[in-house]
């Protein structure tokens, strides 16, 4: 049985990745958003803006419009649009070596 060239499972992989962590980040805000209404224990920014890095942006950026969390910090909003630049140029790099 041939090998398979990685190139091919390479898309594959990196969708399945970015799905799994933006459902997971979308929990994760879903979750602390709850807890910040009920004052209870929160859910760090640096834990929320690294499984936004790690590919989980596009869920964040869903949970920021459907619980209207995380909206109006500025700071907060400047960081996570840093961490979706940094992981573009990311996956950037990882398609022009292919």
Not at 3 to 31: E, H, K, N, Q, W
Not at 41 to 51: A, M, N
Not at 63 to 78: E, G, W
Request: hydrophobic content about 55%; overall charge positive.
């Amino acid at each position: 049985m041939p090998a398979v060239d990685p190139r091919f499972l390479l898309p594959g992989l990196l969708l399945m990745v970015y799905a799994v962590m933006s459902l997971v980040t979308l929990c994760m805000y879903a979750i602390d958003k709850s807890a910040a209404a009920k004052r209870g224990p929160r859910i760090s920014e640096r834990s929320l803006l690294l499984c936004g890095l790690a590919g989980g942006w596009p869920g964040a950026i869903v949970a920021q419009s459907v619980f209207r969390h995380k909206t109006q910090k500025t700071s907060f909003r400047h960081a996570f649009f840093a961490t979706v630049i940094l992981n573009l140029a990311f996956l950037a790099a990882i398609i022009t070596m292919l």
